[in-house]
């Protein structure tokens, strides 16, 4: 039981080894954090100020850059200080937070881009319709959703992880705290923990995957029936959603649905889906869509004028 842990302490061996690497690393991953961050809130603060922006698309994209902001800041701050540490520490009380967090907004991000995939949907196939189901209160009750299956799903993780023991070593192969290079370390088989854990992270995101694909595909067939202006300005819309999807859930279910290693090659993965997707996705967002971009134009071309007068 969790009582007989004798481990208090984690040592995190880190992405590299080698100290100029890692110093290379700092000065690389540091701006593109800050830019996860201000690229995401740029979004956020555009999206509840701009009224150009106020359909039920825009609304959950607000909602998506904050979890990414979350999501990102979970793992990157102490990935960066840690960096430029000589010896990387834990505690377990940390780790376990670190992983409930983790996936707490990861698995929030999943059901938001399923709902906006849904609102999609909705608005291509059945415009008719759009206003009546995609109502205010709906999108709130959507939203409300999305939060509540990432805390559920991270409550699993943390109640079938706690009991555990850890009696050492306490060295995680890892540069944060994931459940896979935690159970390597647990002292009990933990094969039964390692099914539960692939059942409700690896099979749900593979799941989560084929729904969205298939929601897509749908738009997709239903768009030859619009005009070649509407088909166009779907098209944009649904790249940008659908970039993202693949970011997002490809480095996922690489990692969750396979045997755990200790292969760079993984930390790398994670590295990916970690730091760099979260700083991608306004990026994508604002690139393909110009409703965006103009918003964001304006915004902060009045904010300038504001301050010049």
Known sequence: MASANNVTELIITGLFQDPEVQRACFVLFLPVYLATVVGNGIIILTVNISKSLCSPMYFFLGYLSLVEICYSSTVVPKFITDLL???KTISLKGCLAQIFFFHFFGV???LLLAVMAYDRYVAICKPLYY???MSRPVCHRLVIGSWMGGFFHSIIQIFITIPLPFCGPNVIDHYFCDLHPLFKIACTDTFVVGVIMFVNSGLFSVFSFLFLVSSYIVILF??????AEGRRKALSTC???ITVVILFFGPAIVLYLRP???YTEDKLVAVFYMVITPMLNPIIYTLRNAEVKNAIRKLW???VNSRMG
């Open 108 to 110: 929030t991000e999943i």
């Open 85 to 87: 540490a000589k010896v």
């Open 131 to 133: 206003t009546a189901i």
């Open 239 to 241: 790249a940008s959603h």
């Open 260 to 262: 755990a290693s200790t």
């Open 222 to 227: 239903s768009l030859r029936n619009h005009s």
């Open 301 to 303: 071309g009045r904010k």
